[in-house]
């Protein structure tokens, strides 16, 4: 029997392809942030940028590292209460969500606000937190489970993509994918997770023509659906790695920062949508009790439920699930759904977002202290 050379070997090997690495920012925002939301590089180098519990929007300039906030705190027309997510608008506009009156505002290229518009729509019992738009003006968002799901009937896990079309009120349905693993309906005798935390599920974005790129969870490929034929990528190499208690702590502390389960409710009249969380629900043993008690599942899923990051050149950047501690790491996929790089962000940094040419960084110090830094890729 003939020998197979080595280097036929090799090629008949699925290669990783080569990761990009990031040492020093070029620039970095003097400002001092609480917690980052939203994010939107802008056409002239400028960006807007949330603070979702400070409740600013801001205008940051990282030539000359100033920042300038855009209207002001209130339930007003022109007012927002904790300011959220930040996507492009018809017009060379912003959309921006505001968790704390459950509205959009409409940011001008003039870079005041024009007019706000509710986030809730007549029959529906839930408030549509916004993953994304299209050039025409389109929302994107998912239906949650619960929304849907029959009285004593566990939520369902499979839930609707949506769009929501301002112009005529048409809210429709347009994909389906896997969402969190929802937990027993029945009494809950503390603050807890709601879902089983890492349990795999899918992930997904939209592009401006309207297409949506979505992440499958149970062998890990994107595929990408739009006018013609769904395209997808051959399935990522993956491992399911062992889920540490370090693991469970730092996403149970995670939970409780970012979700509302503090809070005094939501609505025009209310406070703010999410107040954040008394001091006493983050001391290592609130936190040690939720990583004992709540559900988690066993292994790490092949990437993070965090929602994808669409590269102004098209080139999809999808977040691995990583042990706590480890720095994040991003697959990087072409218009067919193949993985085409890697890129590994320096300790400590999490991904804001992506411009021309650029990567937006949110780095924390001891005191939790957020600020912005600017690289080149």
Not at 102 to 121: E, K, L, N, T, W
Not at 344 to 359: F, I, S, V
């Amino acid at each position: 029997m003939r020998a197979i050379p080595l280097a036929m070997v090799l090629c008949l090997v699925p290669q990783d392809p080569p990761e990009q690495r990031f040492d020093k920012p070029e620039r970095t925002l003097s400002h001092e942030f609480t917690q980052v939301r939203g994010f939107r590089e802008l056409a002239d180098g400028r960006a807007l940028i949330t603070d979702r519990l400070d409740e600013k929007l801001l205008l940051a300039d990282f030539t000359r590292g100033t920042t300038t906030q855009i209207g002001r705190t209130g339930a007003g027309p022109a007012e927002y209460r904790m300011p959220g997510s930040v996507h492009p608008w018809p017009g060379d506009s912003s959309l921006v969500f505001d968790e704390g009156t459950a509205r959009f505002f409409i940011v001008g290229p003039d870079y005041r606000i024009h007019r706000s518009f509710s986030a809730q729509r007549a029959g529906t019992p839930y408030t549509i937190y916004p993953r994304g738009t299209d050039r025409a003006g389109r929302i994107y968002f998912e239906i949650p489970g619960w929304a849907v799901q029959r009285p004593g009937e566990l939520a369902a896990e499979s839930v609707s993509v949506a769009r929501l079309d301002i112009r005529g009120d048409r809210l429709e349905p347009i994909a389906r994918v896997l969402g969190s693993k929802p937990l027993p309906p029945g009494p809950k005798m503390r603050p807890s997770i709601p879902f089983v935390t890492f349990a795999p599920q899918d992930v997904w974005q939209v592009t401006p023509d309207g297409s949506l790129a979505i992440v499958r969870s149970k062998d890990y490929h994107l595929e990408w659906s739009g006018s013609g034929p769904v395209r997808s990528g051959r399935p990522v190499p993956h491992t399911r790695e062992k889920v540490t208690r370090a693991d469970k702590m730092e996403a149970a502390r995670s939970f409780t920062v970012n979700s509302g389960i503090g809070g005094k409710g939501s609505g025009a009249n209310a406070p703010s949508a999410m107040s954040p969380v008394p001091a006493s629900m983050l001391t290592d043993s609130s936190i040690a009790e939720m990583a004992d008690h709540d559900a988690f599942a066993e292994t790490l899923p092949p990437f993070a439920p965090r929602a994808p990051r669409l590269a102004p050149e098209g080139v999809l950047w999808v977040e691995r699930a990583q042990h706590a501690g480890q720095p994040a790491r991003f697959d990087l996929f072409d218009q067919n759904g193949n993985r085409i790089g890697r890129a590994l962000l320096p300790a400590g940094r999490r991904l804001l977002g992506l411009g021309r040419g650029t990567l937006y960084l949110i780095a924390t110090d001891e005191s939790g202290i957020e600020r912005v830094e600017r690289y080149r890729r």
